[in-house]
DNA sequence: TCAGGACAGAACGCAACCGTATCGTCCCTA
DNA sequence: TAGGGACGATACGGTTGCGTTCTGTCCTGA
């Protein structure tokens, strides 16, 4: 026997109304990272995420217009979680509260998951390209540039210091380590991390340096 | 007028034989590559594969019995390619060296969006995320090694430097910049980058009092 | 109160692929 | 030189997903 010959109304359970309902939203929402972490943006199904929150496509397709348009809207919604300026007196410090917030937020597994993901897809994508571009603007490289101003304003950084250098020599070891050698990223790490950069910046100024180009 | 409505013997034109024949896997090989670069992982399939390369699927069932193995053997037979190690004769010129190989390797449009799918994937699918782990370690993360080991024998780099943070901080910044903020590596952006790699590793030990004096 | 509309569920036709099988051709090795 | 087998092509049934449409239920705002 098959699914099809069931009764239909025993099946039934909730129902709906005039408006869009928050929870349904919720669920859909919910759905969207298990699966994008699951199967990534390019194996993502409408059916699949509808099936996992469990309401019908249609739920789905009231809301948004296609799978690139929900995706794009539900990532950035989560993307917005600010992240606070660190703020600790001392460059070195500083950066290592930032790694510390950046190594938390890798360490979830969605994000870990979906942002390398959804980085692979930018590639192809330019609508996901922008969005995780400006994501990434609005959360983080802003903050990284106050960070550096208030070095400068204590003398502890030449006030040319290159702020996109900064930013690259903090995060990107990081994120390779997280995202690349899938090494685990330990407080000791950290630390020494934050050490390498700091001497790093301050460093990058040295000798023969200062071309400013 | 479909293709599917022409005559259908007029256009077989090859044949085969009793042994693979080289063109065919030379044909298939770069499809996969093709096919990676546009779709991705989770997107290829085998049917567009026979498809771009002009072959039936017959030929690459012959070949491999899954997409994965598929993949798997043509990106491992590609990762062999190794890096040179470099000898400059100072640790600053052997991470520019080292820096620019590795952003040649990167500013491949193929290998730019390749890599990152295929590490993203690999966080599903613990076979992928083998191949690239040994793909690395044979290709690069041995000549970082003797690269400090270069230095340590020099005197530029005390004895009990860190390699695998070295090796984080001279690619990490590199691939955050090609594959997350997608901005672009100029030979002066590797130059700051080789200078504050170098400046990282020198001052991760001790007070970052240096340069100067 | 009451009607508009969101709801879950089901089914639709269409398309893409899957992995396999079969065909006739013709190359390559023994 | 003989024949085994790789070759491209095609077809197969099955699966999955698409986006749409319909149904009957029942919530909710006016």
Chains 1, 2 share one sequence.
Do not use: C
Not at 16 to 25: C, F, H, I, S
Not at 198 to 213: D, E
């Amino acid at each position: 026997m098959s699914d099809a010959e069931k009764p239909r109304q025993a099946r039934r359970a909730p129902a709906g109304a005039a408006v869009l309902q928050k929870d349904v939203t919720l669920a859909i929402q919910a759905a969207v990272f298990t699966e994008l972490a699951k199967h990534g943006y390019g194996r993502l199904s409408i059916e699949a995420v509808a099936r996992r929150a469990g309401v019908g496509k249609t739920a789905i397709y009231r809301r948004w217009s296609s799978k690139l348009q929900m995706v794009l809207e539900v990532v950035s919604a989560a993307a917005v979680k600010v992240m606070p300026v660190p703020d600790t007196g001392t460059l070195s410090g500083d950066i290592r509260e930032l790694l510390d917030a950046g190594a938390q937020a890798m360490r979830h597994p969605l994000a870990s998951q979906i942002v390398p993901d959804l980085l692979a897809e930018a590639s192809r994508n330019p609508d996901i390209a922008e969005t995780l571009e400006n994501a990434l603007r609005e959360t983080q490289q802003g903050v990284s540039a106050v960070m550096i101003k208030n070095a400068v304003e204590r003398g502890d950084l030449p006030a040319d210091t290159d702020a996109e250098l900064a930013f690259d020599m903090v995060f990107g070891p990081l994120y390779w380590r997280v995202a690349v050698t899938r090494s685990p990223v330990s407080n000791d790490y950290l630390d020494r991390l934050a050490e390498g950069a700091t001497a790093a910046l301050i460093g990058a100024h040295g000798p023969a340096a200062h071309s400013g180009g």
